[in-house]
């Protein structure tokens, strides 16, 4: 299991200090430019926007899910499905 | 705080690999049914077994299929709505609150803080009614504390700002909140108050103690370093108690009221995102762990002595009496903790967006719902079944036929399905039961063919608030434009600590991307 922060409308200081201040421990990727923002939102992001947006990418690399609002539930029962599943 | 809430996720990142026969916070109660795991009384006569595992003689009942139309028979709902006033309705919204973090009651108002300033609304009409708000200008802020008024000083407003420390509001005229003064510092968070000082956590840990001799103008003394990080504090009658996001819960001892020593954290296995407190009693919103009670009786050792669990990440907690009201982003509950050894929830209500702070007095609740502020009234004279989906949408992989469909009844008393339908003709829905006993759950099997692309499933019951339960099924996304199961388009990324990080080198392990601003 992987999990990865990506932000670009902050800048790197305010990433450091966020990360700081609440504890974050996992990777927090920078996409400085916003290109991969731009590719997401074109290519499976939602028309209307808003932060926070969760994706989960399945052990084969396919795009599983998809949400902007935080549902704790359904992630953890895709992630439950898929490691029962071996 | 929704970056907050997803970092609560991590706790999912370790789940078990072995099929549980339960889902999170329920247990097996020998019967072939699961039973809240924080309910340690564990026993249950009132009803006959239901399970397939049961080896009575009378075949199990099928809930039928049939028109989704729910029973009356659980009567009205315990939660009913009593007005709603959302800061971004209207032709010229001029004053709008955004992301509410917290609030309180006073004299029939309701004060909040967030996103745009503080804020004052008027509840003695039909629906909130905005006075006034401070500042103008905007700015975030995160927690607020009442004071009350005295011959001396007029009622006071202490809100606290990330960027601008503690800022003093003279609230004697609602109408015209005007500033009285400021401390400025970064990072204060949650503030109570206990005696003549008020202490104000900070978010990497730090407690800052505010001498309120003069309350309109108080003094900064004594900061006390710790680790972790707190969103709120409490005052207990003899300690301080903190709700950190990792560590759990901080305890702070007061032996010497104007320098706290930092006591311990108490490891309740998650992180909390609020505290509250009554009499021996310390309540903590813990997130997906729901609502975790621990018992002060020695004050710098709180000991957890009940969990209730309610598949929904708790984010906000507060006491009203025997009511313990809570929120998470989606819903209000009202929960009686007459008992603190055994809380059980006696209604919920779903909220339009999204819900994180609650202030409650007389058996009436005021969420603060992003933008919006809505009141709930509680009728304690009604017992009925509290029914959800567990999750409420369901994800079908490329190619997955069935799926299981878990059903949670979180309310006190028994929930009666008594049909389910679906969007579909071609999809069926097994489930051999008719019951599911208060604070237990029970799954049923849905087989959604192939051919079939977006829809829903129904249960009809006796759950006045619900009665007809809607469980969504997605195999594509209507919101996205590529289907669900399409590969993900790869990227490479460099981290802050200089890491590079490429999407399809993590074959063969499931990614989580959380996109996210840190405003």
């Known amino acids: 299991m992987r999990v990865w922060g990506v932000a670009s409308m902050d800048s790197e200081s305010e990433l450091n200090r966020f990360r700081d201040t609440l504890g974050i421990t996992f990777p927090i990727l920078y996409d400085e430019t916003g290109e991969v923002h731009a590719q997401w939102l074109q290519d499976v992001a939602f028309p209307s926007a808003a932060f926070p947006q969760d994706w989960l990418i399945d052990p084969n690399g396919l795009v599983a899910y998809a949400n902007n609002t935080y549902e704790p539930d359904e992630i953890r029962a895709l992630l439950n499905s898929w490691l029962t599943e071996d | ?519």
């Open chain 2, 1 to 519: 705080m929704q970056l907050a809430a997803s970092l609560m996720l991590f706790s999912l990142a370790c789940s078990s690999s072995e099929h549980p026969p339960c889902i999170d916070g329920f247990v097996p109660d020998g019967k072939g049914r699961c039973r809240h795991a924080g309910d340690r009384a564990g026993t249950d006569t009132s009803s006959p077994p239901i399970s397939s595992t049961d080896s009575g003689n009378a075949p199990e009942p099928v809930l039928p299929q049939g028109d989704c139309v729910g029973s009356t028979a659980g009567g009205t709902a315990a939660l009913q709505e009593l007005g709603r006033t959302d800061t971004n309705e209207g032709p010229t919204p001029p004053t709008l609150l955004i992301e509410m973090l917290d609030s309180a009651l006073d004299d029939d108002r309701f004060w909040a803080v967030g996103q745009g300033g503080l804020f004052s609304f008027d509840l003695s009409g039909p629906s909130p009614e905005l006075d006034d708000h401070y500042p103008n200008t905007g700015g975030r802020y995160h927690r607020l504390l009442l004071l009350d008024g005295s011959e001396d000083h007029p009622p006071l407003v202490y809100a606290t700002n990330r960027t601008q420390g503690l800022v003093v509001i003279d609230r004697s005229d609602p109408s015209a909140l005007s500033r009285v003064h400021q401390i400025s510092k970064q990072n204060f968070g949650g503030l109570t108050k206990r005696g003549d000082f008020v202490y104000i956590i900070e978010h990497d840990g730090d407690l800052t103690v505010m001498d309120i001799g003069d309350p309109v103008s108080p003094v900064e003394g004594a900061t006390i370093y710790a680790d972790g990080h707190p969103w709120n504090v409490v005052a207990g009658a003899d300690a301080l108690y903190t709700a950190d996001n990792t560590h759990g819960v901080g305890v702070f001892s007061l032996d010497d009221p104007a320098a706290p020593i930092f006591e311990r954290h108490v490891d309740i296995e998650t992180g909390a995102q609020d505290v509250a407190v009554a009499g021996d009693h310390l309540y903590a919103a813990a997130g997906s762990a729901g609502l975790i009670v621990l018992a002060i009786n020695e004050p710098n050792h709180p000991e957890e002595i009940a969990r209730l669990e309610l598949g929904t990440p708790i984010i906000d907690v507060t006491l009203d009496g025997n009511i313990a009201w809570l929120v998470d982003q989606e819903s209000v509950w009202a929960v009686d903790v007459t008992d603190p050894y055994h809380p059980f929830v006696l209604g919920k209500a779903d909220t339009p967006r999204f819900a994180m702070t609650v202030a409650a007095a007389d058996h009436q609740a005021w969420v603060g719902d992003w933008t919006a502020v809505g009141g709930y009234a509680l009728d304690t004279s009604i017992s009925s079944p509290v029914l959800s989906a567990a999750p409420d949408t369901l994800y079908l992989a490329p190619g997955q036929e069935d799926v299981s469909v878990v059903l949670r009844n979180d309310g006190a008393v028994d929930a009666a399905l008594s049909a389910w339908n679906a969007s579909d003709s071609e999809a069926t829905f097994t489930m051999d039961a008719m019951t599911i006993p208060g604070a237990s759950s029970a799954a049923g099997m849905l087989h959604w063919p192939t051919s079939l692309s977006n829809g829903a499933v129904c249960i009809a019951s006796d759950d006045p608030a619900s009665p007809a339960l809607e469980i969504q099924v997605l195999r594509e996304h209507d919101e996205i434009s590529i289907p669900l199961g399409t590969a993900a388009p790869d990227f490479v990324l460099t981290d802050i600590d200089g890491d590079t990080h490429r999407l399809s080198e993590q074959l063969g392990h499931p990614v989580l991307l959380v996109y996210f601003a840190t405003w």
